[in-house]
């Protein structure tokens, strides 16, 4: 098993940035990659990026190509997601996600989830 606590989450200016964190624990050395997930009210769950957890390749969904910055530290076992230029239509709920087996932008993908983190753009 893979835990995942999201952080880092708030209310922010149109424009401007944050920086989610998310903590893994567990069988650690199992996880191939990581993802960032979200879901706003109404809508489904959308792809934000991904990032494998030894190559450190990434990609993004096209509505944050440019603007967010996924990353990594191994040796702190821990993902980031460093958001920029936000907008209110990146008010969501946002969601960590590992893959035991698989770099993808597909929420079956992934194997283990957390619970969380709420962000809120005002404009």
């Known amino acids: 098993q893979v835990q995942l606590v999201e952080s880092g989450g708030g209310l922010v200016q149109a424009g401007g940035s944050l920086r989610l964190s998310c903590a893994a624990s567990?069988?650690?050395?199992?996880?191939?990659?990581m993802g960032w997930f979200r879901q706003a009210p109404g809508r489904e769950r959308e792809f934000v990026a991904a990032?494998?957890?030894?190559?450190?390749?990434?990609f993004y969904g096209d509505s944050v190509k440019g603007r967010f910055t996924i990353s990594r530290d191994n040796v702190k076992n821990a993902v980031y997601l460093q958001m920029n230029s936000l907008k209110p239509e990146d008010t969501a709920v946002y969601y960590c996600?590992?893959?035991?087996?698989?770099?993808?932008?597909?929420?079956?993908?992934?194997?283990?989830w957390g619970q969380g983190t709420q962000v809120t753009v005002s404009s």
């Open positions: 990032i494998t957890w030894k190559g450190a390749s990434t």
């Open positions: 567990g069988r650690t050395f199992t996880t191939y990659a």
């Open positions: 996600a590992a893959s035991t087996h698989y770099y993808g932008d597909y929420g079956s993908d992934y194997d283990y």
